[in-house]
């Protein structure tokens, strides 16, 4: 058998094995607040033995989550694209895949990762405002279901490269609907002062271009408010009576829209990983079902990133130092900012627990500390003034709801090295703690 030969039988025999999995989870899947206990006392000694900071992914809660956002997009007549930019882990996405979901994602490489971990082309759309030639290029040769285009050059763009290789490539376009999300300024992304989406003042422009075009394939419009949006019912009501009144500006001009993309942006508890493991999907879902308008030869999709994932890490760490400083008490962390900069970035809320404490028979009172990462920035900070027991120097300590938007975004800053993967089905496979006092 040729090399080619052998690599399709062994993404046919993935495809399979994942299905088969999914099928088995089905019959486990968690109902929506449902409390789910990651780290356990059998889990935390194992945890202890390997060489940290790590990020720990349980893979039972991650796809218990997948499965229950699968069962509950079916009943209410949902497609998924899973956002990719939230957790490119090659493991994820081939589970992902294999249930049958579609990729979002928002560059080239993004494409590329998600086609070789077992999405089909014909599934994978690509938004983002600034698509290089190369990226279109590669994006188009390899038959995307859609380009989700965000500005009037980028459709000429696309148009001109069509042309030029004699192909039709399929466009949908992102509308900028001006809604306010509330949540984090830094990922509210569908309000004018936005740089993402078309706005209302150039949707007569683009119904022109559409039109005129000749090959593109026009196939839907495409929204994204924002991300970690916890006003759930209200938000995405708001967004689906927006959405209903462009679509139906778009087909009065003589358009039609077949597919609707509401984007993703369903927020976790951060506060609650093990009381909330699984993200209120029901809720998102029914409201979309409730409040979207849609003939029966329309389509619904939606992309979810951050709540597919973000539950089912936790970046593991250890304490190296505890300083007393003139007016606070320092937990000096060996995770920093450069494993997950969320922090740093939007001053994000993680919970932090200290796994060696909870163990001790001997339960001291509650400290303030400053838990902080060993990178040379005064905003490598985990968190200010948290409460936790007695905490020394080695302790375990378990940084949570880290799987979204964390490792992809780490970073090798002061040239520390990449914290690695660790799976909850694979603990003898990590590399254990090193004693240098041996
Ligand atoms: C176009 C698009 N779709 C979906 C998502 C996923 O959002 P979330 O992780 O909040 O579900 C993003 C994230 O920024 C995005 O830019």
Not at 40 to 52: V, Y
Not at 236 to 258: D, P, S
Request: aromatic content about 10%; glycine content about 6%; hydrophobic content about 40%.
């Amino acid at each position: 058998m040729d090399s080619h030969s052998k690599l399709r039988n062994y993404g046919i025999f993935r495809y399979f094995c994942n299905r088969f999995s999914y099928i088995l989870e089905k019959r486990t899947t968690l109902n929506r607040n449902t409390v789910y206990k990651m780290l356990d006392i059998n889990t935390i000694e194992k945890l202890d033995r390997i060489a940290t900071p790590f990020y720990y992914y349980d893979m039972d809660l991650f796809r218990k989550t997948v499965n229950t956002a699968a069962e509950l997009a079916s009943k209410y007549r949902l497609k998924v694209h899973y956002a990719v930019k939230a957790n490119v882990e090659r493991r994820l996405l081939e589970y992902i895949s294999g249930i049958g979901f579609g990729a979002d994602c928002v560059s080239g490489n993004e494409v590329l990762h998600a086609h070789d971990c077992g999405f089909p082309a014909e599934k994978i759309v690509y938004a983002g405002v600034g698509k290089s030639d190369k990226e279109i290029y590669n994006a188009l040769k390899l038959g995307i279901e859609a380009f989700n285009c965000e500005s009037l050059q980028e459709i000429f763009v696309i148009n001109e490269m069509a042309h030029i290789h004699k192909m039709k490539a399929n466009v949908s376009v992102r509308i900028n609907p001006d809604i306010d999300a509330h949540t984090h300024k830094y990922v509210t992304t569908g309000l004018y002062e936005n740089k993402f989406g078309i706005s209302q003042h150039e949707f007569d422009k683009l119904i022109d271009i559409l039109q005129k075009c000749e090959h593109i394939n026009f196939i839907g419009l495409h929204f994204h408010i924002g991300s970690q949006i916890t006003r759930v019912d209200e938000v995405f009501a708001l967004e689906c009576k927006r959405v209903n009144e462009i679509v139906a500006y778009f087909e009065r001009n003589g358009l039609k829209v077949q597919n609707i993309n509401l984007g993703g942006g369903l927020g976790v508890d951060y506060d609650d990983p093990d009381g909330s493991a699984i993200p209120e999907f029901e809720t998102w879902f029914r409201t979309i079902a409730e409040n979207i308008e849609r003939r029966e030869d329309q389509t619904v999709h939606v992309e979810p990133g951050r709540s597919l994932v973000a539950q089912c890490a936790t970046l593991i760490s250890r304490v190296l130092f505890v300083k007393s400083g003139e007016t606070k008490n320092f937990l000096i962390m060996d995770a920093g900012m450069n494993d997950l900069i969320r922090p740093a970035l939007y001053g994000a809320y993680h919970k932090i627990e200290n796994l060696s404490a909870s163990q001790r028979t001997f339960y001291p009172t509650h400290q303030a500390y400053d838990i902080v990462g060993p990178v040379c920035e005064s905003s490598d900070v985990w968190g200010a003034g948290r409460l936790l027991p007695l905490s020394v120097r080695g302790d375990l300590m378990a940084i949570r709801s880290t799987g979204a938007y964390g490792q992809v975004m780490a970073s090798r800053y002061n040239m520390k090295d990449l914290a690695p993967s660790v799976f909850s089905d694979a603990l003898d496979e990590a590399p254990q703690v090193v004693d240098y006092f041996e």
